[in-house]
């Protein structure tokens, strides 16, 4: 018979951008299943509010990228963000602190809050394995567990005295092990017999702006190749205008049929995608579709982040896979042509070459089921038996 719940009255929460609102919320919806009752408060998106989550600041104040001068010009309101909520945290004290990624924020955070006796919990480790290993350090001192995505990743963290818990991605839970590419198709106007190239250049404005005007340079260069070649563009809401100032620039407005939203039904629907690296590029996967992974940034975040990293990948069904199953393409190298002959090659194969096509699949199946886990279940399973040490 397992022991009842340990006591867990109150949760102070920390998630930065749509994707931590998205695991917090799934982490919430557990935890009140769980314990019952318990009050959840600090920084936190819409779908956290959908879970009865006070936020005292909306996730997006945390939402910045790289270097420079994004990074610059909202560091000294972020950290009087951190240092409002820790006054407001020692005055009165949750049961619990969990950092939902955003490390960069929550690390010093939880290091403080760990050293005036309240437990932390930091959900999804930091990348330490690909750059930036000096973080274990600060994770050490800062958090009494980790919740992580990646089944590597607790191992790792062992042999650095972390105490930590693999708990599956939940993107594996929530995209299916097949999709409908047909019924995709029909929902974006597309035909069947349709070559489709999706295009992802990120989701934050940093990204778009690097990205976007090069990945439109490689889509003109495809089209001249291949005029039948119908490509799909997800603007992430809040930004499509500046796609669409991109598509106007490149010459291609009218020619990529930019949709609000909607990634996975794109990523559903193509045939191929080139995508910045990131989540998304796990998502990709996680849909089995052949993808080009490309970046870019500015010069000082290139310079900092090239000096600080440990693999030759950075592309993640790459770094899970421990090889180049998909080609990258970074900074210099992410030209409009290098692009367009590596997405045009993905395309070729559909007609001559599928038995490569189904390899990828394959290893893409594979991926997919070492991340499918009742992720929520998992996470509180994890708080429950902490709070019981």
């Not at 969990?98 to 809050?113: M, Q, R, S, T, W």
């Not at 409908?180 to 940093?206: C, F, H």
Request: net charge positive.
């Amino acid at each position: 018979m397992s022991p009842p719940a340990a006591a867990l009255r109150s949760l102070a929460m920390v998630a930065g951008e749509a994707s931590g609102d998205m695991l917090a919320a799934l982490l919430l919806q557990a935890v009140q299943q769980r314990w019952a009752g318990v009050s959840a408060f600090g920084i936190g998106g819409p779908r956290m509010a959908e879970q009865g989550f006070e936020a005292w600041w909306p996730h997006h104040k945390l939402a910045v990228h790289g270097l420079g001068w994004d990074v610059l010009m909202r560091y000294r309101e972020i950290v009087g963000i951190r240092k409002q909520l820790f006054a407001r945290l020692e005055k009165n004290p949750p049961s619990l602190f969990i950092g939902v990624d955003a490390p960069d924020f929550n690390l010093e955070l939880e290091a403080k809050l760990r050293a005036r006796g309240v437990k932390t919990i930091h959900f999804v480790c930091p990348s330490v394995w690909a750059w930036r290993a000096e973080r274990l350090l600060t994770m050490r001192r800062s958090v009494d567990h980790v919740l992580c995505l990646f089944p590597f990743e607790p191992a790792l963290l062992a042999q650095h005295g972390i105490a930590a818990t693999y708990v599956g991605h939940p993107m594996a839970q929530v995209i299916p092990m097949r999709v409908d590419r047909q019924a995709a198709r029909q929902r974006l106007g597309l035909q069947p017999e349709d070559d489709v190239l999706a295009l992802l250049p990120g989701s934050r404005r940093s990204e778009i702006s690097h990205l976007a005007p090069v990945f439109f340079q490689a889509a003109a260069r495809i089209a001249k190749a291949r005029p039948k070649v119908k490509f799909l563009l997800p603007a992430v809401p809040g930004l499509e205008a500046l796609i669409n100032q991109a598509a106007q620039d490149s010459g291609m407005a009218g020619r990529v049929q930019i949709v609000s939203g909607q990634s996975h039904t794109v990523l559903a629907a193509c045939d191929a995608t080139l995508i910045a690296s990131g989540t998304a590029t796990l998502e990709a996967a996680l849909f089995k579709r052949p993808m080009v992974i490309a970046y870019r940034m500015g010069s000082l975040s290139w310079y900092w982040m090239r000096r600080k990293r440990l693999q030759a990948w950075v592309g993640l069904p790459n770094i899970l896979s421990g090889e180049f199953v998909v080609p990258e393409f970074l900074q210099d190298q992410a030209t409009p042509q290098a692009l367009a002959e590596a997405s045009l090659h993905w395309l070729d194969c559909k007609a001559s070459a599928p038995s490569v096509l189904h390899q990828l699949e394959t290893r893409f199946d594979a991926l997919h089921e070492s991340l499918r886990r009742d992720t929520g279940a998992l996470a509180a399973q994890a708080i429950d038996n902490m709070l019981h040490a």
